[in-house]
């Protein structure tokens, strides 16, 4: 759905590209007075002082021929732009630099369990828990932004209990 943002200003299509621009200023400036002319190849946006120019125009070249080809002449209706010049979105890395392995879990820790047993700690900088079964032992990933943490989490919960089990830490 298209919605006018600027009644001032009217989009100018299907203009040959070997028209003069000059010329089609000229055409355009006729109607009322212009704040700012855009060629963009073969279309065109005109802004005028007021609306009533800007309809004026629409009235007057919607349909025009310049070179054999007919303008399109319509009121400027923003469509979000071509997809081919949107920037992509930037990248957004949650995972963590540093990672623990987490071993001798029991069975009923789940990630959520893990994670709040390390948040427990005060190391914030954690990005991402699991806890997955690998050779029929539970076992578990910790990652961390942050290298303090990290190192925090090796030296000092290693052998240390959850869920009733003392697990082992590695890098």
Sequence with gaps: MSVVKNPKKVYIGNIPRDADEGQIEKMFEEVGKTLSLEFKGDFAFVEYADSEAAEEAIRKYDGARIRGRRLIVEPFRYRGGDPRYRKPPPKVNTRGEHRCIVTNLSANTTKDALREWVMHEKL????????????????????????????????????????????????
């Design 124 to 171: 914030s900088s954690v990005t991402v828990t699991d806890v997955y079964n690998r050779h029929g032992l539970n076992e578990g990933v910790v990652e961390f932004k942050d290298k303090q943490d990290w190192d925090y989490c090796i030296r000092k919960l290693d052998h240390v209990k959850l869920d009733g089990c003392y697990v082992r830490v590695y890098d």
